[in-house]
């Protein structure tokens, strides 16, 4: 009931975007879709639709089909000011749905709204002007969830609702570690060591990258524990290694018996004669 004091937990998992709140303006509108048309034009009033489009060729305006960031807004304060104390937490999983937290940050909506007093915990899958992974903040969230309730009613309730964002956070990285993985090797291309075939025992030739892996191994070592940041040494003794020979190097005029030592230890690929 809207007079109620029990807890609100609010999910929402689709496709996000934003648009200028009118034709050459600098400020955004960011946006979910609906998988239909809000009944309740009305509610629309007081958001700024005249940028709204979507890519059909014919740039209809479709703004009913949008739950917007303005509107959720509008919501909460509505919601704390019949019950100041009622908690909500949000769970915002699609593009750019860091969009929505952004008045949680704008210091004169803060102090209008008396943002910092309500009792809101919003998470969004993306950040602002970024894209999310296909299953986002989502999959790792609900896990945690999961296993907190399974461990039952005195850890669910010794454990607060930040604990479990942090041990989402970590899941999500951990679980979603491929995608930092294929952005960091496209923007770091080795020709001396992608256009080489490495022979591995037991493998077939050019079956393994050792670039894939030893990156793969400091991206794991780098990942934060909940609560935690990201730790950049893992990277700084990679990097390190490669530049000064540890880890990758060139070798020339090897015998036949250093060849076959090499290629028994793994990781060795041969220039054609």
């Given at each position: 009931?809207?007079?109620?004091?029990?807890?609100?937990?609010?999910?929402?998992?689709?496709?996000?975007?934003?648009?200028?709140?009118?034709?050459?303006?600098?400020?955004?509108?960011?946006f979910a879709h609906l998988p239909y048309a809000s009944t309740r034009p009305e509610t629309y009033d007081?958001?700024?639709?005249?940028?709204?489009?979507?890519?059909?060729?014919?740039?209809?305006?479709?703004?009913?089909?949008?739950?917007?960031?303005?509107q959720l807004r509008l919501i909460f304060h509505r919601i704390f000011e019949r019950c100041p104390d009622r908690p909500v937490v949000g769970l915002l999983n699609y593009c750019l749905s860091g969009g929505n937290l952004e008045f949680m940050?704008?210091?004169?909506?803060?102090?209008?709204?008396?943002?910092?007093?309500?009792?809101?915990?919003?998470?969004?899958?993306?950040?602002?002007?970024r894209e999310s992974v296909v299953a986002g903040l989502w999959d790792a969230w609900f896990h945690e969830l999961h296993a907190a309730i399974r461990g039952g009613p005195s850890e669910l309730e010794a454990t607060t609702v930040m604990e479990l964002f942090h041990r989402a956070e970590a899941r999500y990285f951990e679980d979603n570690m491929y995608e930092l993985l294929n952005a960091v090797k496209a923007r770091v291309y080795v020709p001396d060591i992608f256009a080489r075939h490495f022979?591995?025992?037991?493998?077939?030739?050019?079956?393994?990258?050792?670039?894939?892996?030893d990156l793969s191994c400091a991206l794991r070592r780098g990942l934060p524990a909940p609560g935690g940041a990201f730790s950049m040494q893992p990277f700084k003794d990679l990097h390190r290694g490669y530049e000064s020979g540890e880890v990758f190097r060139l070798v020339t005029g090897a015998t036949p018996e250093q060849r076959s030592r090499l290629r028994a230890a793994g990781g060795v690929a041969e220039d054609p004669a």
């Open positions: 009931p809207a007079d109620g004091q029990g807890a609100i937990v609010l999910a929402v998992y689709s496709h996000g975007d934003r648009h200028p709140a009118a034709e050459g303006s600098d400020a955004q509108e960011w007081f958001v700024a639709v005249d940028g709204a489009r979507v890519a059909t060729g014919k740039h209809e305006r479709r703004p009913q089909h949008y739950l917007y960031a303005t940050r704008r210091e004169v909506v803060r102090r209008h709204l008396h943002v910092d007093e309500w009792p809101l915990f919003l998470m969004s899958s993306s950040q602002a002007s022979a591995f025992p037991g493998q077939e030739d050019g079956s393994w990258d050792p670039w894939h892996i």
